[in-house]
């Protein structure tokens, strides 16, 4: 393993917390932006409808998937534009 990549390896996981967090924030917004509850509900919410908690999942987990992708994609760009080495 190469220094760069090897470098790269607490730089990734320091971008991957804060795309955590990232995500966390994008999805309570666009869940009370649609018109529900502030807090969207857990599985075993017995307030909440299967519906309701299904689509929260598949929301919440289509938003972190997308700011993963994007916090590990730019951070890739960057170390190679700085080092000319793509991080793997």
Same mark, same amino acid.
């Given at each position: ?5 090897? %470098?790269?390896?607490?730089? @990734?996981?320091?971008? /991957?917390?804060? @795309?955590?967090?990232? $995500?966390?924030? *994008? ?7 649609? /018109? ?6 857990? %599985?075993? &919410? ?9 689509? %929260? ?14 916090? &590990?994609? $730019? /951070?890739?760009?960057? *170390?190679?534009?700085?080092? /000319?080495?793509?991080? $793997?």
């Amino acid at each position: 393993m190469n220094t760069v990549k090897l %470098a790269y390896k607490p730089v @990734g996981m320091l971008l /991957g917390a804060a @795309g955590g967090a990232l $995500s966390g924030a *994008v999805f309570k917004q666009i869940w009370k932006a649609t /018109g529900h509850e502030e807090n969207a509900p857990g %599985a075993t &919410d017995q307030e909440r409808g299967w519906r309701e908690i299904l689509l %929260a999942a598949a929301l919440q987990g289509a938003i972190f998937a997308a700011v993963k992708a994007a916090v &590990d994609r $730019s /951070g890739a760009t960057t *170390v190679h534009r700085l080092t /000319g080495t793509w991080p $793997s």
